[in-house]
Structure formats: C-alpha cells, structure tokens
Antibody, heavy 122, light 110 residues
Framework: EVQLVESGGGLVQPGGSLRLSCSAS????????MYWVRQAPGKGLEYVSG????????NYADSVKGRFSISRDNSKTTLSLQMSSLRVEDTAIYYC???????????????WGRGTTVTVSS | QSVLTQSPSASGTPGQSVTISCSGG????????VSWYQQLPGTAPKLLIY???QRPSGVPARFSGSKSGTSASLAISRLQSEDEADYYC???????????FGGGTKLTVL
C-alpha cells in the first residue's frame, strides 16, 4: 500500500524554525517527484515546494522562497521541509504529496499524506 | 486570491448533474494540463481527474473532466450524498514557475 506519513509539526513562535519529515513507503521513491502543499485553517490548498527525483532540482512558492528548504533522502525514502523565519501566516496543515511523474512541473498529485499541523503563534 | 478562479459554492439534489468550472490564463491552464481534487470533510485531498479528462483507477465514471482554452470543468453526474465535498482544480503555471490551485468549490448535495 502506498503510504506517506508526515511528522514534525507543532507550535512555534514567530521567527522560529521547524523541520517537517515525510516517510514514504509502498512505491519506488526514487522514481517520483515530491511536493509539500499546505492548507491554512478554513482556507484552500496552496503549493509550497517541489523536488525532482534525485533532489537536484527544487522549486518554491514565492511566499516561502528564501525561508523554506525542501530535500529528500532517497536511501531512507524520506522527504523533508526545513522551515525558518516562520510567520503567523505559515500556520497550516502541511501535506506531503507524491507526484505521478519524475519531474515536479508535471503537476499531478496522486497520493497525499494525512498532513501535519504547524501553528505559528506567540 | 487564487490564480485559478472557481465559484465558491455549487449545489444539486441526488441524481442530478452539476458542473464546477475553473478559469485561468495562458500561462497556466492555457499551457498545461489540469487536475482535479476532492477533499471530503476532515480528510486529505484525493486525485479525481488528471491530464484534463483522465480518471485514476477507482474513481467512478460519474466524474468527468474537460478543458477548452484557458478554462476547465469538472462534471459530476448522478449526484450522491457522499459527493458533498470541496473540489479544487490545479495546474502548473509557467510564469510563476510553480503549482497553482483554484480557491475551491464547496459542493452541497441538498
């Protein structure tokens, strides 16, 4: 069974840092691009970041560029999102998402994790 | 506001058909394929349609997608109570160089 399990969410103060992880199983991790997508409370979906199969190409939404960093460890089938300089508006459920393809710009999100909640508040 | 425009709400009665629209521009829908996602209350989104009109295995044929120019549509026939959910369109934007979503349409089955 294809599965994505996020962890690392929590409460953090504005300006703080947090690292999210996503453990992948049930598919050939090295064959697919991966994404982070977030959803603020009561709001719609927002693309955060994408990474290709070997981690050599990454992409970020303007809202997080320079503050967030996506990476993957193919040997551990794990996707990560390092978040720094966090703002109140970063408060959201963060979903780890598998692409149907090897490159992130073929934007088909075919498997979603259950999400991990990040709350930025003082 | 979202790059892709969706009506905030739609409704229908069981057995009816409903269409949800998604409007974009030349750098997104006009240049790339569209996918649709269903988010049931309290759950993660699920892929419903990809490549404008393709259904993943397991998605009922009652769900269909289409695209023309810079707009796309999701049609749901023979509405059922379990179709009550939020629906999002999505595609890649060549100008923004990133993924974009519609604001979502909340479907109510009366």
């Amino acid at each position: 069974e294809v599965q994505l399990v996020e962890s690392g969410g929590g409460l953090v103060q504005p300006g703080g840092s947090l690292r999210l992880s996503c453990s992948a199983s049930g598919f050939i991790f090295t064959s697919y691009a991966m994404y982070w997508v977030r959803q603020a409370p009561g709001k719609g979906l927002e693309y955060v970041s994408g990474i290709n199969t070997n981690g050599g190409r990454t992409n970020y939404a303007d809202s997080v560029k320079g503050r967030f960093s996506i990476s993957r460890d193919n040997s551990k089938t794990t996707l990560s999102l390092q978040m720094s300089s966090l703002r109140v508006e970063d408060t959201a459920i963060y979903y780890c998402v598998k692409s149907q393809f090897g490159e992130y710009y073929y934007y088909v999100l075919d498997v979603w994790g259950r999400g991990t909640t990040v709350t930025v508040s003082s | 506001q979202s790059v892709l425009t969706q009506s905030p709400s739609a409704s229908g009665t069981p057995g009816q058909s409903v269409t949800i629209s998604c409007s974009g521009g030349s750098s997104n829908i006009g240049s790339n394929t569209v996918s649709w996602y269903q988010q049931l209350p309290g759950t993660a989104p699920k892929l419903l349609i990809y490549f404008d009109d393709q259904r993943p295995s397991g998605v009922p044929a009652r769900f269909s997608g289409s695209k023309s120019g810079t707009s796309a549509s999701l049609a749901i026939s023979r509405l059922q109570s379990e179709d009550e959910a939020d629906y999002y369109c999505a595609t890649w934007d060549d100008g923004l160089k990133g993924g974009v979503f519609g604001g979502g349409t909340k479907l109510t089955v009366l």
